[in-house]
């Protein structure tokens, strides 16, 4: 395929409302990755999956940020009651291989303004 | 806690000059390190990683435990590699990336 794919691009969200952000995978790719990426700032880990199970959350930076994958392929990270600091970039990546030898491949990143 | 560095936010150098972007790190095991880059209007992307002792694009990094750092190096830097570059360590035991905050390399003419 083309890559790792995200949506929406932009998102513009009121204080207090939910988002939701989608990632679709490179088709095959066993490992997915959400990192945000604060302005000025490197990405920074938020949460990993392997197929569809969850195998580390430690990242998420509360009990707003959810995130799932149920078929093992498409990702969706939800972020519930948004607040200002959760303006971001997040990025979704996907892996074939293991964390020394694979390769992330990041998608364009889905930017958040939280107004 | 597991941290890498970039001391740098930006760097100028000219067309045909050596360009060296510092990455230090601390972390307790043997170190695997990742430079990534992004170029303007495309994704972020693996430039090299110290397992494969790769030069990519006429860059190397050298792992000096020593001094604890992955420079990036280059001896004669080209217009396109104006980009903005991230040094990344993966986290010992799980699959975490920890990556530095990344410095802008602009290349004059």
Known sequence: GAGVSQSPRYKVAKRGQDVALRCDPISGHVSLFWYQQALGQGP????????????????????????????????????????????????????????????????EGSRLTVL | AQRVTQPEKLLSVFKGAPVELKCNYSYSGSPELFWYVQYSRQRLQLLLRHISRESIKGFTADLNKG??????????????????????????????????????LTIIP
């Open chain 2, 67 to 104: 001094e604890t750092s992955f420079h990036l190096k280059k001896p004669f830097a080209q217009e396109e590699d104006s980009a903005m570059y991230y040094c990344a360590l993966p986290n010992f035991g799980n699959e975490k990336l920890t990556f530095g905050t990344g410095t802008r």
């Open chain 1, 44 to 107: 920074e880990f938020l949460t990993y999956f392997q197929n569809e199970a969850q195998l580390d959350k430690s990242g998420l930076p509360s009990d707003r940020f959810f995130a799932e994958r149920p078929e093992g392929s498409v990702s969706t990270l939800k972020i519930q009651r948004t607040q200002q600091e959760d303006s971001a970039v997040y990025l979704c990546a996907s892996r074939t291989g293991g964390p020394l030898t694979g390769e992330l491949f990041f998608g």
